[in-house]
């Protein structure tokens, strides 16, 4: 990563994750999002932008970190399988912006219902509140990132009045979901909101399957109880 500006100065964070370059800056601006989102030298796995806060992941991603992705999009996919009269649609880390205020990619994208993006060809490959919705359901995964997903992360969420939102901490093998109160404030919940009916709780239970297994040995142990409670 090469960034030459002498007002961009990267932060290089060694820990916890040896392989990991974070790039953090305060008192950014729009135009500093822009050219960092576009630099060719700046290979960025995650970005986020929000009051002049800018920060960018440069480091991959990795066998835990995507191993918990996959599955909770597994799940996603098997509550739909129950739930055949509802539409869902995942951009799990599409690029979603509210230009000149907002940026993020969130781990977790979903959509539920009527009005889900579609892209047409020649438009930029990012969700963008000029053309489409916001998603229904956003979430992290916090493999070495915990803190920022239910400080940062969730502060621009919330912001973007996003109903739900989901931080998963694969260390402590948690769900922190929260949805979204009349104050525009998350609060916790035990229940989605959006995944109608689906107790936190028996995501909690399919994560902890990894421990015995492979994630889509998790995933089929949630469908079996999925169909138990259906």
Known sequence: MTLSSAQTKPIIQQQPKPDSLVFERHGATWQDYIAL???ADSDWRKISYYQGWLWADMGKEGPNHASFSDLITMLFGFWAFVNPNVALQS???CLIEKPQTQSCAPDLVLYKGDNIPRWQP???RRISTLRHRL???V???GDTTLSLDLDEQKQ???SLAIPEYWVIDVKGVRLFAFGLSE??????????QILTGLPIELVEQALE???QGTNTAAANWFMQQLQKIS
């Open 37 to 39: 989102r576009d630099s």
């Open 91 to 93: 951009y799990g880390r």
């Open 122 to 124: 020649g438009e930029p």
């Open 135 to 137: 998603p229904d359901l």
């Open 139 to 141: 979430g992290e995964i």
């Open 156 to 158: 621009i969420y919330a």
């Open 183 to 192: 104050f525009g404030t998350y609060e916790p919940i035990q229940t989605s």
């Open 209 to 211: 399957q990894l421990s």
